[in-house]
């Protein structure tokens, strides 16, 4: 069945440094990626997606980018802050299909910022 | 309230009980999703309803059972679960469940089976 990788599992960068986490998909179909972001005590909320039509999208101090074809994606935070720790979950869905929102999650990261 | 809303938000219960987690959206979306969140793995979706029409079950046990009275509220009951069935229960809504693009989640039940 489809699947998503997420890696790392576990990240910890200094304030102020960049961080990245890297995912790939399975199912070539995929059009739509989404990141959640996870606090504690909360549920994912939404903090950037990308259609695949596009390879790159930018959000102030987020990036996401897309390589489809090595069905490859990144989000990227630069000059982080405190309150960017959280846990992120990468996920691939085939929008515009049957079971369009069935999406598959990454396993998550979980980020920590050093002050 | 706003957003999407679960209760309780802490169940802790034996193998011979029953209960149920409940589940209110206030977004006008007309499609709802249960999520199993356990720890260091992917979520899994359990169940999606469409204006009250279960429209995805991907192979839940039957100790789960979902209902869905009107498009604004969700409900999981649960009945002679077992311990590996501790884990966060997420709940999700979303425009409707095949062209939408965000997924907006409530703040989880954290379940924990004795």
């Known amino acids: 069945g489809e699947n998503v990788e997420q890696h790392p599992s576990t990240l910890s960068v200094q304030e102020g440094d960049s961080a990245v986490i890297k995912c790939t998909y399975s199912?070539?179909?995929?059009?739509?990626f989404p990141w959640y972001k996870q606090e504690l005590g909360k549920g994912p909320q939404l903090i950037i997606d990308i259609r695949s039509n596009v390879g790159e999208k930018k959000d102030q101090r987020i990036a996401v980018t897309l390589n489809k074809t090595a069905k490859h994606f990144s989000l990227h935070i630069t000059e982080t802050q405190p309150e960017d720790s959280a846990v992120y979950f990468c996920?691939?869905?085939?929008?515009?299909?049957?079971?369009?929102?069935?999406?598959?999650f990454g396993s998550g990261t979980r980020l920590s910022i050093r002050p | 309230e706003t957003g999407v809303t679960q209760t309780p938000r802490h169940l802790v219960m034996g193998m011979t009980n029953k209960k149920s987690l409940k589940c209110e959206q206030h977004l006008g979306h007309n499609a709802m999703y249960w999520y199993k969140q356990s720890a260091k793995k992917p979520l899994e979706l359990m169940f999606v309803y469409s204006l009250e029409e279960r429209v995805e079950n991907n192979s839940v046990p039957s100790r789960f059972s979902p209902e869905c009275p009107n498009s604004s509220h969700l409900f999981l009951h649960l009945h002679t679960l077992q311990p590996e069935d501790s884990a966060l229960y997420l709940c999700a809504s979303s425009q409707d469940w095949t062209t939408t693009n965000e997924q907006f989640f409530g703040p989880g039940t954290r379940l924990t089976v004795l």
């Open positions: 996920a691939a869905s085939r929008q515009g299909y049957s079971s369009a929102s069935k999406i598959i």
């Open positions: 199912d070539s179909a995929s059009n739509y």
